[in-house]
């Protein structure tokens, strides 16, 4: 027989969420693997051999949760209007950002500027952007974005949805029927503009 895992799925969970608490109450600084492994009970040797290290942890937590911004923007259906799918997968990543909360700050880091393309990280976490792009690349080949650039409607869409989802964790609009609200509203409206042909057209 084999040897047994020392530490199996149910330590590192723990670990994780361990690790997300920190952070989200106290910030990157404050991960250390001594303190995770005091929050969960357990050995700093069960962050070593599951993580590697500290760097190694908040990775972990970056993999997470741009895996869940994946799964909710992969798992929208195609529909024949743009625009209609577009909302759609703007709630995708309010769900998963609802989903993940403590969570959200980091996986915004994994796709700033300068973040090396070639790392798995960032391309896990480019798929949900690339599946907005899909769309809007339809929306502009049929005529919906006159004279305006994937990336240029990429980049406004994801500002937006990155402000309410930031809004939303921090309590600012309120309830879950006001939240939905404001975000079916800001982004329907941002849509209408995107529509409208450029300065010049």
């Given at each position: 027989m084999?040897?047994?895992?020392e530490?199996g799925?149910?330590t590192?969970a723990?670990?994780l969420?361990?690790a997300?608490e920190l952070?989200?109450a106290e910030?990157?600084?404050?991960v250390?693997v ?6 969960v009970?357990?050995?700093t ?5 599951l ?6 942890l ?8 741009a ?5 909710h ?8 209007d743009?625009?209609a799918e577009?909302l759609?997968l ?8 609802r989903e993940k909360?403590k ?5 915004f880091?994994?796709?700033r ?5 070639a790392?798995p990280?960032?391309a896990?976490?480019?798929r ?6 899909q769309v809007?690349?339809?929306?502009i080949a ?7 650039s994937?990336f240029?409607i990429?980049r ?7 402000g ?7 309590g600012v609009?309120g309830?879950?029927a ?8 800001s982004?329907t409206?941002?849509l209408?503009?995107?529509q ?6």
């Amino acid at each position: 027989m084999g040897r047994p895992k020392e530490h199996g799925a149910q330590t590192r969970a723990a670990l994780l969420a361990a690790a997300a608490e920190l952070l989200h109450a106290e910030g990157p600084s404050a991960v250390s693997v001594r303190r995770v492994a005091a929050a969960v009970g357990t050995s700093t040797r069960a962050v070593y051999s599951l993580f590697d290290d500290k760097d190694g942890l908040l990775r972990a937590l970056s993999v997470d949760v741009a895996e869940t911004m994946r799964r909710h923007h992969e798992s929208v259906p195609a529909q024949d209007d743009p625009i209609a799918e577009i909302l759609s997968l703007a709630l995708a990543y309010r769900a998963a950002a609802r989903e993940k909360p403590k969570l959200y700050d980091l996986f915004f880091g994994t796709v700033r500027p300068g973040a090396s393309q070639a790392d798995p990280l960032f391309a896990l976490a480019y798929r949900s952007f690339e599946r907005v792009l899909q769309v809007v690349r339809r929306g502009i080949a049929s005529g919906v974005f006159p004279g305006r650039s994937e990336f240029d409607i990429g980049r406004n869409l994801f500002a937006l949805v990155h402000g309410l989802a930031s809004l939303e964790l921090r309590g600012v609009l309120g309830d879950e029927a006001t939240a939905v609200g404001v975000w079916r509203q800001s982004v329907t409206a941002t849509l209408t503009g995107l529509q409208q042909r450029t300065a010049g057209e």
